[in-house]
């Protein structure tokens, strides 16, 4: 046998090894998508019904509350148990009297959980949180809020809305620039007897059904509400 019978032989089984391991790697994939494949009709019912985000604490939201806010347009309308400790985050007042003094049709509304209320005393247990501290917590956030409109010019005072609900809803929930058909709502929901930064959240777009339902059930508590 020559050399080149030899050669010919050694690059003819290189080649046939190539070509298995590259038949291997294309199962495997494959075996590897079919997860994929199934996931399909999920993604795609989420998309359906608008949902653009899901975040799985507060660590893992991407951006400020702040800068979260000022994308809106036109109004901003939050549903909180005190806000409290968001504001001292990012200083929200200052955010909402920007707001108000650059867009002459700009709309905030905010209710929060009424201190005195017994839902007050069922969210601080949920919350695993002394009932008097939150009660205080959210005492303090209405007063920052308050200072902030008694400071507004008039032309600004009649599109900040202060008020407070006396319901336990399923979490809290920030409505962008939200009508019956377009808009965004992200809500947010504290697990039970845990640190609220465990909340997690979804955002939805409008529109579609799912989004008509928590615009409607959301403007049902604000509707329900009454002035602080």
Same mark, same amino acid.
């Given at each position: 046998?020559? @050399?080149?019978?030899?050669?010919?032989?050694?690059?003819? !089984?290189?080649?046939?090894?190539? /070509?298995?391991?590259i $038949?291997? +790697? @294309? /199962?495997l994939?494959?075996? =590897?998508?079919?997860?994929?494949?199934r996931?399909?009709? *999920?993604?795609?019912?989420l =998309?359906?019904?608008g949902?653009? =985000?899901?975040?799985?604490? #507060?660590?893992? &939201?991407?951006?400020?509350?702040?800068?979260?806010?000022a994308?809106?347009?036109?109004?901003?309308?939050?549903v %909180? *148990?005190?806000?409290?400790?968001? !504001?001292?985050?990012?200083?929200?007042?200052? /955010?909402?009297r920007?707001?108000l003094?650059l867009?002459?049709?700009?709309?905030?509304?905010?209710?929060?959980l009424d201190p !005195?209320?017994n +839902?007050c005393?069922?969210? $601080?247990?949920?919350?695993?949180?002394?009932?008097?501290?939150?009660?205080?917590?959210i005492?303090?956030?209405?007063?920052?809020?308050?200072?902030? &409109?008694?400071? /507004?010019?008039p032309?600004?005072?009649? #599109?900040?809305?202060?008020?407070?609900?006396?319901?336990?809803?399923?979490?809290?929930a920030?409505?962008l620039?939200?009508t019956?058909?377009?808009?965004t709502i992200?809500?947010e929901t504290?697990? &039970?007897?845990?640190? =609220?930064?465990?909340?997690?959240?979804f955002?939805?777009?409008?529109?579609?059904?799912? &989004? $008509?339902r !928590?615009?409607?059930?959301?403007?049902?508590?604000?509707?329900e %509400?009454?002035v602080?």
């Amino acid at each position: 046998m020559d @050399v080149s019978s030899i050669l010919g032989g050694v690059v003819s !089984n290189a080649i046939w090894w190539i /070509l298995g391991l590259i $038949a291997f +790697a @294309v /199962l495997l994939t494959l075996r =590897r998508s079919t997860a994929w494949w199934r996931s399909l009709p *999920i993604a795609k019912r989420l =998309r359906e019904q608008g949902l653009t =985000r899901f975040v799985f604490s #507060r660590h893992d &939201y991407p951006d400020r509350l702040d800068s979260y806010l000022a994308r809106a347009q036109h109004s901003i309308k939050i549903v %909180s *148990i005190s806000f409290r400790l968001t !504001n001292n985050e990012c200083a929200l007042t200052e /955010l909402f009297r920007r707001k108000l003094a650059l867009n002459p049709s700009f709309k905030i509304v905010l209710s929060l959980l009424d201190p !005195n209320s017994n +839902a007050c005393k069922l969210a $601080a247990h949920a919350l695993d949180i002394d009932a008097v501290t939150l009660s205080r917590e959210i005492g303090e956030m209405l007063h920052d809020l308050k200072a902030l &409109y008694d400071s /507004l010019p008039p032309q600004d005072k009649g #599109r900040l809305h202060i008020l407070t609900h006396d319901c336990l809803p399923m979490g809290s929930a920030i409505l962008l620039d939200a009508t019956p058909t377009s808009g965004t709502i992200q809500v947010e929901t504290k697990l &039970y007897r845990a640190p =609220r930064v465990e909340s997690f959240s979804f955002e939805v777009r409008g529109p579609s059904p799912f &989004y $008509a339902r !928590n615009f409607t059930a959301w403007n049902r508590i604000i509707s329900e %509400s009454k002035v602080a």
